[in-house]
């Protein structure tokens, strides 16, 4: 078992530099290192006649620096809308994860723009995302939100429909 190390180089060295890098700074610093360059792409969604929804061709692109505006307003609205208030779990019934107080967010989606710039919003915010995918059934569902006693989930449109029949069992 590790952690594993090369041995040419002083590994207490190496914690004693980085003792104080966190994600939320490196995420800082990459946005404001690279702030005019490209970081994410996406296709622009529309409903077409069939009220479907459909996706234009060709992608666009948002800057680091758009994509961390977008994320630090999301972030402030998150906690201004107390969307993601703090809870303590504790060991108790069918509860069996970590105890504590934590702020935890739903998000049901396809990976898209929209999730990450949700993603790194939370983490700006110290919020937890709990993930559901429609690929693991109803059954996921139930314990997700058995073990996070969500207020608040996050959903594309297309996954309604699979959310709203979950809630009608």
Request: proline residues 2%; charged residues 25%.
């Amino acid at each position: 078992s590790g952690p594993f190390g090369n041995v040419k180089y002083n590994l207490k060295q190496f914690n004693k530099e980085h003792e104080n890098i966190t994600l939320i700074s490196q995420l800082e610093k990459s946005f404001r290192d690279h702030a005019n360059l490209k970081c994410l792409g996406y296709r622009e969604a529309f409903l077409n006649e069939k009220k479907e929804i459909d996706f234009k061709p060709g992608h666009k692109t948002l800057t680091y620096a758009e994509v961390w505006n977008h994320t630090q307003t999301l972030s402030k609205f998150i906690e201004k809308a107390e969307l993601a208030p703090t809870q303590t779990y504790e060991k108790e019934g069918d509860y069996d994860g970590e105890e504590g107080e934590f702020k935890v967010m739903g998000l049901f989606a396809k990976n898209c723009a929209e999730w990450i710039a949700l993603d790194i919003a939370c983490q700006l915010s110290s919020v937890t995302t709990a993930t559901f995918y429609s690929t693991l059934g109803e059954d996921s569902f139930e314990h997700v939100f058995m073990q996070t006693r969500l207020s608040t989930l996050c959903i594309s449109p297309e996954n309604i429909k699979v959310l709203i029949k979950y809630q009608e069992k």
